[in-house]
């Protein structure tokens, strides 16, 4: 069955650390794929997306992805967390055949200080 | 600012009761998606408008129903209201059709049933 993956509901950083939030699909063709953010009371603002091509890709606010076919993975990564990273981050997938976006359960990112 | 418009922010309303969600998407953006956001089903589609018509469907309920009207706007119709439909209703609004079009959310319309 088709399936986006997010592990891990809450991700507590430190503030100027590495942070990793982890995205995997389940597809036997590889999906496009998104990541979302979510601040408090609002809506979803789109981060980065892969279709085709380069498999690395950059996004708003500093966050990068890198789209691995052989793990079928799309993790979300930024160097150095800021105060103002504190929000939920989606995964979303948009399988072959369709296009609405199939969203993971989300991670809450903390930064503490 | 996303550019979608969503009305009402919040709603609070009764069981059994019937409610109306409004959806101004993005100038130009013929495309309209529904979403529904709860704490334990988490984000959810509902269902896809494309320049008025019915495009896709997804966990949409059978006391829903939804519609996009010329002028592009959509509205989302809720009735016989349960405990269970309090959540955060998102519409999003997109260019086109594809599979990698970016949608732009609104900042949802949150519905809570006592």
């Known amino acids: 069955a088709q399936s986006v993956t997010q592990l891990g509901s809450h991700v507590s950083v430190s503030e100027g650390a590495l942070v990793l939030l982890r995205c995997n699909y389940s597809?036997?063709?590889?999906?496009?794929l998104f990541w979302y953010v979510q601040y408090p009371n609002q809506g979803l603002q789109l981060l980065l997306k892969?279709?085709?091509?380069?498999?690395l890709v950059k996004g708003i606010n500093g966050f990068e992805a890198e789209f691995k076919k052989s793990e079928t993975s799309f993790h979300l990564t930024k160097p150095s967390a800021h105060m103002s990273d504190a929000a939920e981050y989606f995964c979303?997938?948009?399988?072959?055949?369709?296009?609405?976006?199939?969203f993971g359960k989300g991670n809450q990112v903390v930064v503490i200080p | 600012d996303s550019g979608v418009t969503q009305t009402p922010k919040h709603l609070i309303t009764a069981t059994g009761q019937r409610v109306t969600l409004r959806c101004s998407p993005r100038?130009?953006?013929?495309?309209v998606y529904w979403y529904q956001q709860s704490l334990d089903q988490g984000l959810q589609f509902l269902i896809q408008?494309?320049?008025?018509?019915?495009?896709a469907k997804g966990n949409i309920l059978e006391r829903f129903s939804a519609q996009q009207f010329p002028d592009l706007h959509s509205e989302l119709n809720l009735s016989s209201l349960e405990l269970g439909d309090s959540a955060l209703y998102f519409c999003?609004?997109?260019?086109?059709?594809?599979?990698?079009?970016?949608?732009?959310f609104g900042q949802g319309t949150r519905l809570t049933v006592v």
């Open positions: 979303a997938v948009t399988f072959y055949g369709n296009n609405r976006l199939a």
């Open positions: 597809s036997s063709v590889p999906p496009y």
């Open positions: 892969y279709t085709t091509g380069a498999t």
């Open positions: 100038s130009g953006d013929l495309s």
């Open positions: 408008y494309y320049n008025g018509e019915e495009r």
């Open positions: 999003a609004s997109a260019s086109g059709a594809g599979r990698g079009t970016e949608a732009f």
